[in-house]
């Protein structure tokens, strides 16, 4: 069975489409990018996936069930923007985290902050964006479950921090898991993904093995990306 399934998905504002007939699956145990050119419907998908928008037709199925409260504790999910209450220290934070997913396992969390040199006691009005960035990956990244879905995991960190990051993902989510990382900065992301599901004006037009696709085209990922998408 499919960890994640879209069936002649749609959705809709008013009379713009969004998302035309999207279908694809992702099965357990993988690193999927999910690609395309900013305004194309990728944080629209993610939403729908996490059931914080309302699909205008078709389906989502996770384990074979729709979409819904079961599916929420499944699914742990990073969004563009950062959510938490910045008048909340770390450590409040983490104590939320514990009492709200049982799924989430706080000791990991703090190794994971210590590595990062971040101090728990500190309130996130007083860090920097990316530092309240890393912050929400790990609270993701340390909670067991069966998916994580990342919306611009990397966009607030510097290039040195990028590697320890994607480290993280690489050696934090749960076995048997995958994760969906939706980002344009496909150079710094490409050597951990399995496979990529390309998105353009709210369609997909290419899913492919990640090195499948780099034989087929003799080029990166990233090269790849920049030549479908070319302006």
């Given at each position: 069975?499919e960890?994640?399934k879209c ?12 998302l ?7 099965p ?6 999910l690609l ?10 993610i939403?729908?996936i ?5 699909i ?5 199925l ?11 504790k ?16 770390v ?18 969390a ?37 998916l ?34 939706s980002?344009?900065?496909i150079?710094?992301i490409?050597r ?9 004006d ?15 085209e ?14």
């Amino acid at each position: 069975m499919e960890l994640l399934k879209c069936i002649n998905l749609n959705k809709s504002f008013g009379n713009k489409k969004i998302l035309k007939d999207i279908n694809f699956t992702i099965p357990k145990g993988k690193i999927i990018g999910l690609l395309g050119k900013n305004g194309t419907g990728k944080s629209t998908l993610i939403k729908l996936i996490n059931d914080l928008l309302t699909i205008t037709s078709g389906e989502i199925l996770i384990n074979g069930e729709s979409i819904g409260v079961e599916s929420k504790k499944i699914i742990s999910y990073l969004p563009e923007r950062t959510y938490l209450d910045k008048s909340m220290s770390v450590d409040e934070v983490i104590t939320y985290f514990s009492e709200f997913y049982d799924n989430f396992d706080a000791k990991k969390a703090r190794k994971l902050l210590k590595d990062l040199d971040l101090d728990t006691t500190q309130k996130l009005s007083k860090m920097s964006k990316g530092m309240q960035e890393k912050v929400c990956l790990v609270l993701v990244m340390s909670r067991k479950a069966d998916l994580y879905i990342l919306d611009e995991p990397l966009g607030g960190v510097d290039p040195a921090t990028r590697d320890y990051i994607l480290d993280t993902i690489l050696s934090n989510f749960n076995e048997g898991a995958s994760v969906i990382i939706s980002t344009h900065l496909i150079s710094d992301i490409e050597r951990i993904l399995d496979e990529v599901i390309f998105i353009d004006d709210g369609k997909i037009i290419l899913t492919s093995s990640s090195d499948e696709l780099r034989e087929k085209e003799n080029a990166s990922i990233d090269e790849v990306f920049r030549r479908m998408f070319k302006c």
